[in-house]
């Protein structure tokens, strides 16, 4: 099965910061990937999919990037609302596996 | 708009079972690959089951695989999730999930003694 590993598993960065996570896939995924969004006690929210296409409604400090086994989610300017865990997922095929998460907090 | 409604969370003893149901609107269910995902408590979210659009292949987790069975109703626009042989470490909140973008609030199950 295709394993997925996200770094870091958490950052602590500062209002205005750019800010950079990454997904791994153990194999090629093409462009299967999706980001979201989970805010704390809250349910998850899709950010973007196919990699770098961003979901309607999102902020645009929100991108992505990334095929094949590599990908990046980048916060272009982080607000106090974007504190949050970042999960990964890939969707080519079963089994659809999540990354471990990315925890986002404000410095 | 749309709505995503999970129900039939609960407490249950190891071993027992449940049968989760998302009940659907707002958008054209049988177009849907529908997933159920499952997030334990202070944990990261996993993924659990899969049906495609027309109810064929559903997939499982290999930590569900045999005791988990997903299926839907594309007349009633809703989708199941049977639980048999439940374990502690099935102790989660369950979500319901539409494509990649429609997720419901949760039902919390509980595997407890």
């Known amino acids: 099965d295709i394993q997925m590993t996200q770094s870091p598993s958490s950052l602590s960065a500062s209002v205005g910061d750019r800010v950079t996570i990454t997904c791994r896939a153990s194999?090629?995924?093409?462009?299967?990937l999706a980001w979201y969004q989970q805010k704390p006690g809250k349910v998850p929210q899709l950010l973007i999919y196919?990699?770098?296409t961003l979901q309607a409604g999102v902020p645009s400090r929100f991108s992505g990037r990334g095929s094949g086994t590599d990908f990046t989610l980048t916060i272009r300017s982080l607000q106090p609302e974007d504190v949050a865990t970042y999960y990964c997922?890939?969707?080519?095929?079963?089994?659809?596996?999540f990354g471990p998460g990315t925890k986002v907090d404000i410095k | 708009q749309v709505q995503v409604v999970e129900s039939g969370g609960g407490v249950v003893q190891p071993g027992g079972s449940l049968r989760l149901t998302c009940e659907t609107s707002?958008?054209?269910?049988?177009?849907?690959?529908m997933y159920w995902v499952r997030q334990a408590p202070g944990k990261g979210l996993e993924w659990v089951a899969f049906?495609?659009?027309?109810?064929?292949?559903?997939d499982h987790a290999d930590s569900v695989k045999g005791r988990f069975t997903i299926s839907r109703d594309n007349s009633k626009n809703t989708l199941f999730l049977q639980m048999n042989s439940l374990r502690i470490d099935d102790t989660a909140v369950y979500y319901c999930?539409?494509?990649?973008?429609?997720w419901g609030q949760g039902t919390l199950v509980t595997v407890s003694s």
């Open positions: 999930r539409a494509g990649p973008a429609f």
């Open positions: 707002g958008f054209t269910f049988r177009s849907y690959g």
């Open positions: 049906i495609r659009h027309d109810g064929t292949n559903g």
């Open positions: 194999q090629d995924i093409s462009n299967y």
């Open positions: 196919a990699a770098s």
């Open positions: 997922q890939k969707y080519d095929s079963a089994p659809f596996a």
